[in-house]
């Protein structure tokens, strides 16, 4: 059930947010009838949309499909299916069913647990700038299990997610830095990066409200705990993350 809700995640965030741009202009109507169909609660009318266009070798079709296979939408859930759909698509480079992929090999109580494959898919297209695959990268490296657990690559990959402006990598490192995890403890620090994932813009989107929400109670918090010196040093330290983009925070 894990592996689903967090497949889903991703073909909300990438599938539907506009991805039709990718698909080859003979295929495009039949992804975009079927996204409306599946809009509509029509889940089986997309697979019948998607896999003619998938078979054909549109990657976008054969990503859709594979999460459909994934979550259980519209077809029975076949992960031996749906990995068989992505790895198709990621013969011809689609960055989303990298990401998916990968977090089907990470799933230990799955038939497909691969987690050396699962980190060199991730790498691939965290590498190219993908928030979802640097955010994960940094989250399995601070838990550990999986990988061995290392707070250097842990920051590493929060930062080049935190510099794109996403809400829970910021947050993860004002964790990082409020119980001194990987850097030196710094509660300034701390409060500035949970600020920042405070103020961030959600755009109504429920993952990012929640997180947006968690880091102003981890803020407010951590400030009960502050001296006025420290919360006018992280005031000073938010000011200049903002001028400078969200690129030089540290």
């Known amino acids: 059930m894990m592996i689903m809700r967090h497949g889903f995640r991703i073909f909300h965030a990438i599938a539907l947010a506009g991805t039709l741009a990718l698909a080859t202009p003979v295929f495009a109507d039949a992804l975009s009838d079927g996204q409306n169909a599946l809009m509509q609660g029509d889940d089986g009318g997309a697979i019948r949309l998607w896999t003619p266009p998938a078979t054909e070798g549109d990657p976008e079709a054969q990503f ?88 250097d690559e842990t920051r590493r990959w929060y930062r080049l997610a935190a510099a794109q402006g996403d809400i829970e990598a910021q947050a993860g490192l004002g964790e990082l830095y409020r119980y001194g995890y990987g850097v030196e403890q710094s509660y300034p620090h701390a409060y500035m990066w949970f600020s920042l994932a405070g103020s961030a813009v959600t755009d109504n989107i429920p993952e990012r409200v929640k997180a947006a929400r968690a880091a102003i109670k981890a803020r407010d918090e951590l400030e009960r705990m502050m001296s006025q010196d420290d919360l006018a040093e992280a005031e000073k330290l938010a000011l200049a993350c903002w001028q400078a983009k969200l690129q030089t925070c540290d």
Do not use: C
């Open 64 to 151: 859709r499909l594979g999460l459909m296979y994934l979550s259980g939408r519209g077809v029975a859930p076949d992960q031996k299916m749906a990995v068989r759909w992505l790895q198709m698509a990621i013969e011809k480079h689609h960055i989303g069913a990298s990401v998916a992929l990968a977090r089907l090999y990470m799933d230990k109580a799955g038939a497909f647990y691969d987690p050396k494959t699962a980190l060199n898919l991730l790498r691939d297209v965290a590498n190219q700038g993908v928030i979802e695959a640097q955010r994960y990268l940094g989250e399995t490296y601070r838990k550990g299990g999986d990988v061995g657990q290392d707070f």
